[in-house]
């Protein structure tokens, strides 16, 4: 099993430019999250979605679309690209057990700068 | 709403030394708890857990307990390695799909 694999690993992006990171699951996970990475602000989630055909918004959603169009994908689009969001990007799954906690998984990371 | 609370770092120790990374938390109700470690360039991946109170996660000599009454699961490991060297990150989730993270810890260990 890959796990949870996540494309690009790295992008440059002028600002106003558009981009689509893709992540990708092969546990057949129903839930899957993005997320944000900055210096000293720990982990913030944008949106996440609790199987396909859903979305849902997280803490930080502004400037940020997302699709899940199949269980196994969910992908986090920037239609116009700002400074304030380079940041490094994962994305995560879980699978949900009542009474055993939900353990996240997480991809590698992208590391997107928009200049 | 649920909220999680973890010491500042860096914590730096010299290898073999005895490590606590402190940890607590707000929630409703029983949440299950976490830790997360995070190696240099990679993406965070479970180190322990645990469901209910007064249950203990291990894994890689690193054990935390889960404390009901101080609302507490500190992370512990008798000897640290340089290869410990990492962020951890306690978390917890309460049934909503959403985890709750702290902000993460920086343990450096020097050899």
């Known amino acids: 099993n890959a796990g949870v694999t996540q494309t690009p690993k790295f992008r440059v992006l002028k600002t106003g430019q558009s981009m689509t990171l893709l992540c990708a699951q092969d546990m057949n996970h129903e839930y899957m999250y993005w997320y944000r990475q900055d210096p000293g602000m720990g982990l913030r989630l944008i949106h996440y979605?609790?199987?396909?055909?859903?979305?849902a918004k997280g803490e930080v959603p502004d400037g940020y679309n997302v699709s899940r169009l199949k269980k196994q994908n969910f992908l986090l689009g920037l239609e116009s690209a700002a400074p304030s969001q380079t940041s490094v990007y994962f994305c995560?799954?879980?699978?949900?057990?009542?009474?055993?906690?939900?353990?996240?998984?997480f991809g590698p990371g992208t590391r997107l700068t928009v200049l | 709403g649920n909220s999680v609370t973890q010491m500042e770092g860096p914590v730096t120790l010299s290898e073999e030394a005895f490590l606590t990374i402190n940890c607590t938390y707000t929630?409703?109700?029983?949440?299950?708890l976490f830790w997360y470690v995070q190696y240099p360039g990679e993406g965070l991946q479970l180190l322990l857990k645990a469901t209910k109170a007064d249950d203990k996660g291990s894994n890689k000599g690193f054990e935390a307990t889960y404390r009901k009454e101080t609302t507490s699961f500190h992370l512990e490991k008798g000897s640290v390695q340089v290869s410990d060297s990492a962020v951890y990150f306690c978390a917890l989730e309460g049934g909503s799909y959403i985890p709750t993270f702290g902000r993460g810890t920086s343990l450096i260990v020097h050899p």
């Open positions: 979605s609790v199987g396909e055909g859903t979305t």
């Open positions: 995560a799954s879980s699978h949900r057990h009542p009474d055993r906690g939900d353990t996240q998984y």
């Open positions: 929630a409703t109700g029983y949440p299950s």
